[in-house]
Nanobody, 125 residues
Framework: QVQLVESGGGSVQAGGSLRLSCAASGNSDSRQFMGWFRQAPGNEREGVAVIDNYRRTGYADSVKGRFTISQENAKNTLYLQMNSLKPEDTAVYYC???????????????????WGQGTQVTVSS
């Protein structure tokens, strides 16, 4: 089993920054592939940024150049540094993990089995 707990959400004005954290515990083999996803009201959950056990990263086009995903060496904490935030970034952000995810599907939420409870990010204009 894997437990994921997100923190760091909050309210910020457009152009500001936030850093999300995801504290992970449990079976490390089940956390080889990790990512951040988000869901805004009325929208489907979408992939934001992912990282795998080879440190390869992937980003949604909407956040490239603004968001950075990283992981501490012990792989117990996942981060999402969010800069130049926009009102359209407002959503609940979720941390996700799985043992293995196909490279071409790594931004698809259906590929991940383990999820945190989410943290709200609100960006005002």
């Amino acid at each position: 089993q894997v437990q994921l707990v997100e923190s760091g959400g909050g309210s910020v004005q457009a152009g500001g920054s936030l850093r999300l954290s995801c504290a992970a515990s449990g079976n490390s083999d089940s956390r080889q592939f990790m990512g951040w996803f988000r869901q805004a009201p009325g929208n489907e959950r979408e992939g934001v940024a992912v990282i795998d056990n080879y440190r390869r990263t992937g980003y949604a086009d909407s956040v490239k150049g603004r968001f950075t995903i990283s992981q501490e060496n012990a792989k117990n904490t996942l981060y999402l540094q969010m800069n130049s935030l926009k009102p359209e970034d407002t959503a609940v952000y979720y941390c996700a993990a799985d043992t293995w995810v196909a490279y071409t599907r790594r931004l698809r939420d259906t590929e991940y089995d383990y999820w945190g409870q989410g943290t709200q990010v609100t960006v005002s204009s």
